[in-house]
């Protein structure tokens, strides 16, 4: 099935350090989501965009979503080791299928205290 | 924690058997779509159940069926197993409307042998 491209597929950092992340498309999405998944769990909607050009902070999180429709950034800044986890990026379309979410391939973020 | 249920919490089954998995939704939400994480993969959406009707399907065999109840509860049925249906499965409860926010359960976790 289709997924979005998200880059890095891994990351690891030290506490402290910001962290980036982004998602790609060849379609044009109506709504970006950011997702966080611990192991064992089902993922936790971090962020939500709904508006081409937005740009929307939850604490020390910073996501976009571009003006093409075709792309969103997640930004964790002075990363702590709790942020340890995947995170996904999910688009949203408009029309007649705008039920179907479509997720990245994730980022692995591994904090080192 | 998000309101959303799933049982069991994991699950082995041997190929060509059946299994129903069973979700429920946060209160007050209609809405319940299912999906399917591969190890080291994204969720792929299955389908979604909208007022007892399947509201749209992704791309999956029709071995993958659900029905969603009057309480907006849902079970996943799997026919015929493969070892390749082996993933977490994951639902996720919405109130139904454009750009409402899904809202993931933890997971059943799938293993076929």
């Known amino acids: 099935g289709q997924q979005l491209n998200q880059s890095p597929q891994s990351m690891f950092i030290q506490e402290g350090e910001d962290v980036s992340m982004n998602c790609t498309s060849s379609?044009?999405?109506?709504?970006w989501l950011w997702y966080k998944q611990d192991p064992g769990e089902g993922p936790v909607l971090l962020i939500a965009l709904y508006k081409a050009g937005e740009l929307t902070s939850n604490g020390r999180l910073t996501a976009q979503f571009g003006i093409t429709r075709k792309d969103s950034f997640l930004n964790i800044s002075a990363s702590i080791p709790s942020d340890v986890g995947i995170y996904f990026c999910?688009?949203?379309?408009?029309?007649?299928?705008?039920?179907?979410?479509?997720f990245g391939k994730g980022t692995l973020l591994t904090v080192n205290p | 924690e998000t309101g959303v249920t799933q049982s069991p919490t994991h699950l082995i089954k041997t190929r060509g058997q059946q299994v129903t998995l069973r979700c429920s939704s946060q209160s007050g939400h209609n809405t319940v779509s299912w999906y399917q994480q591969a190890l080291g993969q994204g969720p792929q959406f299955i389908f979604q159940?909208?007022?007892?009707?399947?509201?749209g399907r992704g791309n999956f065999p029709p071995r993958f069926s659900g029905l969603q109840f009057p309480n907006y509860s849902s079970e996943l049925n799997v026919n015929a197993l493969e070892l390749d249906d082996s993933a977490l499965y994951l639902c996720a409860s919405s109130s139904g409307g454009v750009q409402e926010t899904q809202y993931f359960g933890p997971g059943t976790r799938l293993l076929v042998l």
């Open positions: 999910a688009g949203q379309p408009s029309g007649g299928s705008n039920y179907k979410l479509t």
């Open positions: 379609s044009i999405f109506n709504t």
């Open positions: 159940y909208y007022r007892e009707e399947e509201n």
